[in-house]
């Protein structure tokens, strides 16, 4: 599509330029409001993870494992046909007693 063609003030074309001039500036507000949580999904059993990917996969569905912005909780989306549910869980939680319960719920499905 490109940048549409515009007249400026002079009268003589332009390219626009919109919203392109402060995108650094924005991306280093974007990142500084960070804060260091305790969300890791690395303290979890890696073959519930698996899983968890076998489980929604052989439905034919896909499965995110993310965190919050600030790092402090944890959030698994599972995807299937027109159908999107994100579920969260503290920081601190037991993540293998969730992933256990949504490995049950797949299970059923299947």
Known sequence: MGNPMRE???GAKKRGARGSVKNNARLDDFK???KK????????DERRIQAVIRGITSLGGAVT???SRDE???SLTLL???D???MWYNGDADLNTC???VIARLDVLD
């Open 65 to 67: 494992f993310g965190l």
């Open 32 to 34: 500084g409001g960070r």
């Open 99 to 101: 992933l256990d319960e």
């Open 80 to 82: 299937l046909d027109e």
């Open 37 to 44: 949580g305790s969300a890791d999904w690395g303290g979890c």
């Open 84 to 86: 999107r549910t994100t």
């Open 72 to 74: 402090g909780a944890h």
């Open 8 to 10: 400026g003030k002079d």
